[in-house]
């Protein structure tokens, strides 16, 4: 079992930076690849991948929407990984998760592969 709990979420302008944490319980953290998946505003159905990072932090992934302006770390002996969003646009608004998942392979976009989910954090960027 994995707890996830996101914090660091608010409201900034548009060109502005924010930091995600994710703190995660439980000893196997260690053993899973993490991600960072966002809501947006009338997408409830929809969780759109953001940026993953493989147990060991030597491989990440990124959506081209946020490419060059976010990046993913993690530090296994804290439990936790972090998001750091620079550069925020509008279209950046949305509730942010953070996920486990076993395995690091091609379907590390798809949030249907993972298995332990936070609560959100909301982030409003205001033009």
């Known amino acids: 079992q994995v707890q996830l709990v996101e914090s660091g979420g608010g409201l900034v302008q548009a060109g502005g930076s924010l930091r995600l944490s994710c703190a995660a319980s439980?000893?196997?953290?260690?053993?899973?690849?993490m991600g960072w998946f966002r809501q947006a505003p009338g997408k409830e159905r929809e969780r759109e991948f953001v940026?993953?990072?493989?147990?060991?932090?030597?491989?990440?992934y990124y959506a081209d929407s946020v490419k060059g302006r976010f990046t993913i770390s993690r530090d296994n002996a804290k439990n936790t990984v972090d998001l750091q969003m620079n550069s925020l646009k509008p279209e950046d608004t949305a509730v942010y998760y953070c996920a486990a998942v076993r395995h690091w392979g091609p379907n590390i976009v798809a949030g249907e592969e993972y298995d332990y989910w936070g609560q959100g954090t909301q982030v409003t960027v205001s033009s």
């Open positions: 439980g000893r196997t953290f260690s053993s899973y690849a």
């Open positions: 940026a993953a990072i493989n147990w060991s932090g030597g491989n990440t």
